[in-house]
């Protein structure tokens, strides 16, 4: 990983990489479709976010480039966690913007955040829909999209969401 990673890992506490994270951050690297299924507390969140934070440092935006990571999460809780983990993670990288669009939260806040460049966007499927409807945010830059707890969203019903959301981003 990038030293600057590396950096606020240490900082972090991190000194060994979870069984999760040995196997899927040098395939993620690689720059493999990957799908991971681990226990809670396994070190999934880094797992998938430390290979996307690598790219980035590695390989900077372009001046107009907005959301190049989108994480979809089945709820604003997961949503939070992963927003604060990536800020953690990318807390020595210069300039990364971290952006999180939830229900349940009010618009104004969201939408404010979503007027500047965001260079990760983590939402939940309900929510990014109401923002893509409306303009506010475009996704045909994302380098990576990561649906943590994919299953979770699937039985929640948002399956034309994600196809939708997919939809809007790279091929």
Same mark, same amino acid.
């Given at each position: 990983l990038?030293? &600057?990673?590396?950096g *606020?890992?240490?900082?972090? /506490?991190?000194?060994?990489?979870?069984? @999760?994270?040995?196997?899927?951050?040098?395939?993620?690297?690689?720059?493999?479709?990957?799908?991971?299924?681990?226990?809670?507390?396994? /070190?999934?969140?880094?797992?998938?976010?430390?290979?996307?934070?690598?790219?980035?440092?590695?390989?900077?935006?372009?001046?107009?480039?907005?959301? %190049? $990571?989108? @994480? $979809?999460?089945?709820?604003?809780?997961?949503?939070?966690? &992963?927003?604060?983990?990536t800020?953690?993670?990318?807390?020595?990288?210069? /300039?990364? !913007?971290?952006?999180?669009? &939830?229900?349940?939260?009010?618009?104004?806040?969201?939408?404010?955040?979503?007027? %500047?460049?965001? #260079?990760?966007?983590?939402?939940?499927? /309900? %929510? $990014?829909?109401?923002?893509?409807? *409306?303009? !506010?945010?475009?996704?045909?830059?994302?380098?990576?999209? &990561?649906?943590?707890?994919?299953? %979770?969203? $699937?039985?929640?019903?948002?399956?034309? #969401?994600?196809?939708?959301? @997919?939809?809007?981003?790279?091929?």
């Amino acid at each position: 990983l990038a030293p &600057v990673l590396l950096g *606020a890992l240490d900082k972090a /506490g991190f000194t060994q990489p979870t069984e @999760v994270q040995a196997k899927a951050i040098p395939a993620a690297l690689e720059g493999k479709d990957l799908i991971v299924s681990a226990q809670t507390g396994s /070190g999934k969140t880094a797992a998938f976010t430390l290979p996307a934070l690598h790219h980035m440092a590695t390989t900077p935006a372009t001046k107009q480039q907005s959301v %190049r $990571l989108l @994480v $979809l999460t089945p709820t604003r809780e997961l949503a939070m966690q &992963v927003a604060e983990a990536t800020k953690q993670y990318s807390a020595d990288m210069r /300039g990364i !913007r971290v952006a999180t669009v &939830v229900g349940g939260m009010p618009y104004g806040p969201q939408i404010n955040a979503l007027k %500047r460049r965001v #260079d990760v966007l983590v939402a939940t499927p /309900g %929510r $990014l829909i109401d923002h893509l409807n *409306a303009g !506010r945010v475009d996704l045909s830059n994302i380098e990576t999209l &990561v649906l943590d707890e994919a299953d %979770r969203m $699937l039985d929640m019903g948002f399956l034309d #969401d994600m196809k939708d959301i @997919v939809a809007h981003t790279p091929d």
